[in-house]
């Protein structure tokens, strides 16, 4: 259902109360409304862990996406879990693994790629030999090769269930990370997606579903994975994507006449850096042929210079990453820890995720290189505010990601 004009009238006005009260703050408590509150969230996040059993009875089938959701985002905070925690976790997620490989949503249930995605990232976050070791390449790829289906080019989420989108982007995702992609997983995959994107531009969820910020966010990044971006639309997915963050509120909504929400803050505001990194991978094949880069490199008497411009342009952002920032920081933080969808909703553990993980990619999409510290103009707020960097297409933190792309290849 749409949100009526009302709705969103009623969230313009309470986001731009908490605009004007920024605004009109003074020196001192402007920079604290504008600060990320670090400290409480990581005691919010540890608190989850520590109290995982609870939660579980609610989101029983979702084991391993509570720990995915809190040792992600602890990460991207900088901060581990004590090694005894860290132990606990990883032989938890033990418990959770199929013995036809990947793994389920908790200990005895069959394997589901969402939770074997949650699952492997939760893994590759807290980093390490142990945690590393425990996990079965050879298995997952049975299981991976179980949930294709090779008519359609998609991928069933476990057996004998149902096909979506998500289900492409866990399963070329973690095999990606394995160094397990090999082609039988990638016959077909592009047609798959192109059949779920809608002619709004946007990808939804299956063949004739509406454009949704998650299924775009995880067509696009398995389609880049697989080298089959060029399956897409992709100025029509750009075009609808731009369209999507709000002009007042400057967060994003996940489809159209719907209200933002902090979680697209990651699955929208994510597609961006993609598209950038498709973008300057064809322009980079452009520039050392002939092609459309020459007629601006030839306006300028300087080649030198143009090359630099041409260069230059690619950086530019195509959406307003420090109004998302603001968005995030101003409207989705909960004063004793905890993110938030938007103002007036409750904190819980995927929204304080993907909050985060919106905010790190909008504070490093600018940098050429990930790994850099991006310029505090980058950064709204105070320059504290700076998280670790997340891999643009996986989700996982940049460098343990690095860590354990470095481990499989020397176990492969
Ligand atoms: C890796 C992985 C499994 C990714 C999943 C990505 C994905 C599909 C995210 C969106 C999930 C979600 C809570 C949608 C809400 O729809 P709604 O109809 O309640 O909300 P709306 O009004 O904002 O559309
Ligand atoms: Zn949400």
Not at 185 to 212: N, R
Not at 315 to 323: E, I
Not at 340 to 362: Q, R, V
Request: with cysteine.
């Amino acid at each position: 259902m749409s949100a009526t004009t009302r709705e969103q009238k009623a969230l313009e006005a309470k986001v731009s109360d908490v605009f004007r009260s920024f605004a009109s703050a003074g020196y001192r408590n402007r920079a604290f409304l504008s600060e990320l509150w670090r400290e409480e969230h990581l005691d919010y996040l540890l608190k989850g862990m520590t109290r995982l059993p609870a939660s579980f009875t609610v989101l029983d089938s979702s084991r391993p996406w509570l720990c995915y959701w809190i040792v992600h985002s602890m990460a991207l905070l900088d901060r581990q879990l004590d090694p005894a925690l860290q132990t606990d976790t990883i032989e938890f997620l033990k418990h959770c693994k199929d013995p036809l490989g990947g793994y389920g949503g908790g200990p005895g249930q069959i394997a589901h790629l969402a939770t074997t995605y949650a699952a492997v990232g939760t893994l590759v976050s807290i980093g390490g030999a142990q945690a590393l070791s425990s996990i079965d390449r050879e298995k997952i790829l049975e299981f991976l090769l179980r949930m294709k289906d090779p008519s359609s080019g998609g991928f069933r989420l476990h057996d004998g269930g149902e096909m979506d989108v998500r289900g492409c982007y866990t399963a070329i995702s973690v095999a990606y990370l394995l160094n397990i992609l090999v082609p039988p997983l990638l016959e077909k995959l592009g047609e798959y997606v192109a059949s779920c994107q809608t002619y709004e531009g946007g990808i939804g969820g299956e063949p004739g579903a509406e454009a949704h910020g998650g299924y775009t966010y995880c067509g696009l990044a398995a389609l880049i994975m697989a080298d089959q971006v060029d399956s897409l639309d992709l100025p029509g997915l750009l075009n609808w994507a731009a369209f999507r963050q709000g002009k007042v509120e400057g967060g994003f909504q996940g489809r159209t006449n719907k209200l933002v929400d902090g979680c697209y803050s990651f699955w929208q505001g994510g597609v961006f850096p993609l598209l950038q990194q498709v973008v300057t991978k064809l322009i980079s094949q452009q520039t050392s042929g002939s092609s459309i880069m020459h007629e601006e490199i030839e306006d300028d008497s300087d080649t030198e210079i143009g090359v630099r411009k041409a260069r230059n342009q690619q950086h530019r952002p195509f959406h307003n990453p420090t109004a998302l920032q603001g968005y995030i920081l101003l409207c989705c933080q909960v004063l004793n820890g905890g993110l938030i969808d938007k103002p007036g909703k409750s904190k819980d553990y995927y929204h304080t995720c993907y909050c985060l993980s919106g905010l790190s990619t909008a504070q490093h999409c600018l940098s050429t290189n990930p790994e850099d510290h991006p310029p505090s103009s980058h950064v709204f707020g105070p320059y504290s505010n700076l998280l670790d960097s997340t891999h643009p297409l996986l989700n996982f933190h940049m460098k343990r990601y690095m860590e354990a792309v470095d481990y499989f290849v020397s176990k492969a």
